[in-house]
C-alpha cells in the first residue's frame, strides 16, 4: 500500500523568509510525487509534480520539489514566503501503471507571518 | 480557475436518503476521479471514471455510485446516506487516465448529513 506523511501540521514563516514544508512517501516501485494547496472553501490547486528526471521540479507561483529517492522524500521549498501563500498544503503519491489512484498526506497548515 | 465545476455547492441531507452530486470537466478531459474530504483530512480517493467506465476503485463501500456522460459531466450518487459521509466531495478531471496528465480539481461540494 502507498501512504503519505507530512510530519507537521504546521508550518510558521516569517514573510520574505524561505519555507519548507516537508512530505515523505511510501511506494512501491517508482513513484509519481504531487503537490496540491487548497484555499479555505476552495477545491486543490495543482502546484507541481515529478514523475521521472531532473529531482528538482519547478512549479507554479515561485514553489519547487526536491525528490530525495534514498530518504523517500519530496520536500516543498519557496526561496522567499509571501504572505498570500499562506494556504494548506498536500503532498500526494501514486505509482505507475493503471488508474489514478493518488494518495494524498493529511496536510499542511502554512502560516506567513507579515 | 481549473475550469471544473461542481454542484451544488453545499447540500444538506438526514441519514438514510440518497445524494446526486455533479461535476463538469475540461472539454476534452475523458477521466474523472472523485475524492472525498472530511474535515481535517486529506482527500481520499473514491474512484475513477475512463470514457464512461469506472477503471479503479478506493476502499468506498457500493453505495457510492458514479456516472460519466459524452459531454464531459459526470455524477456522483451516494445511497443510504450515513452520518460519517459528511465531507467535501471534490471531482478532478484529466486529458487522460494516465499519472502524467496533471488532475485539475473542482471547488466541491460539501455535504452535511444530519
Known amino acids: 500500500a502507498q501512504s503519505v506523511a507530512q510530519p507537521e501540521d504546521q508550518v510558521n514563516v516569517a514573510e520574505g523568509n524561505p519555507l519548507t514544508v516537508k512530505c515523505t512517501y511510501s511506494v512501491s516501485g517508482n513513484p509519481y510525487l504531487f503537490w496540491y494547496v487548497q484555499y479555505p472553501n476552495r477545491g486543490l490547486q495543482f502546484l507541481l509534480k515529478y514523475i521521472t528526471g531532473d529531482n528538482l521540479v519547478k512549479g507554479s507561483y515561485g514553489f519547487e520539489a526536491e525528490f530525495n529517492k534514498s530518504q523517500t522524500s519530496f520536500h516543498l521549498k519557496k526561496p522567499s514566503a509571501l504572505v498570500s501563500d499562506s494556504a494548506l498544503y498536500f503532498c500526494a503519491v501514486s505509482s505507475p501503471g493503471g488508474y489514478q489512484k493518488v494518495t494524498f498526506g493529511t496536510g499542511t497548515k502554512l502560516q506567513v507571518i507579515p | 480557475e481549473t475550469g471544473v465545476t461542481q454542484s451544488p455547492t453545499h447540500l444538506i441531507k438526514t441519514r438514510g436518503q440518497q445524494v446526486t452530486l455533479r461535476c463538469s470537466s475540461q472539454s476534452g478531459h475523458n477521466t474523472v476521479s472523485w475524492y472525498q474530504q472530511a474535515l481535517g483530512q486529506g482527500p481520499q480517493f473514491i474512484f475513477q471514471?475512463?470514457?464512461?467506465?469506472?477503471?479503479g476503485r478506493g476502499n468506498f463501500p457500493p453505495r457510492f455510485s458514479g456516472l460519466q456522460f459524452p459531454n464531459y459531466s459526470s455524477e456522483l450518487n451516494v445511497n443510504a446516506l450515513e452520518l460519517d459521509d459528511s465531507a467535501l466531495y471534490l471531482c478532478?478531471?484529466?486529458?487522460?487516465?494516465?499519472?502524467?496528465?496533471?488532475?485539475?480539481f473542482g471547488p466541491g461540494t460539501r455535504l452535511l448529513v444530519l
Open positions: 471514471y475512463y470514457r464512461e467506465e469506472e477503471n
Open positions: 478532478a478531471s484529466s486529458l487522460g487516465q494516465n499519472l502524467r496528465e496533471t488532475q485539475y
